[in-house]
């Protein structure tokens, strides 16, 4: 990001987006997908504190699990339905 942010940091304003997911936060039972949506996480946190007194605003989307695509169609329906838990 620093490479990228450099335009943005000469300007004093910009905008960078990344993508997450809620098992970031909650955890997943694939650890691995959790562990790096949650480095995803502190990396988008961090280089906020980072760059944020230069202008620069960074955020993190974090859906859930999303009806109708690919990756929900082949969760099995009790994994599902746990994951339903932990968010509600």
Excluded at 23 to 43: L, M, P, Q, R
Excluded at 47 to 62: D, M, S, T, V, Y
Excluded at 66 to 85: A, C, H, S, W, Y
């Amino acid at each position: 990001i620093t490479q990228f942010s450099k335009g943005m940091v000469k300007k004093k304003k910009g905008r960078i987006v990344s993508m997450a997911s809620i098992a970031g936060e909650i955890g997943n039972s694939d650890i691995w997908y959790g562990t790096t949506k949650a480095g995803v996480i502190n990396f988008t946190k961090s280089f906020a504190r980072l760059l944020g007194e230069k202008g620069i605003i960074i955020n993190c989307g974090a859906p859930g699990m999303v009806e109708g695509t690919k990756m929900f169609d082949v969760i099995p329906e009790k994994r599902k339905q746990n994951q339903l838990k932990l968010l509600y």
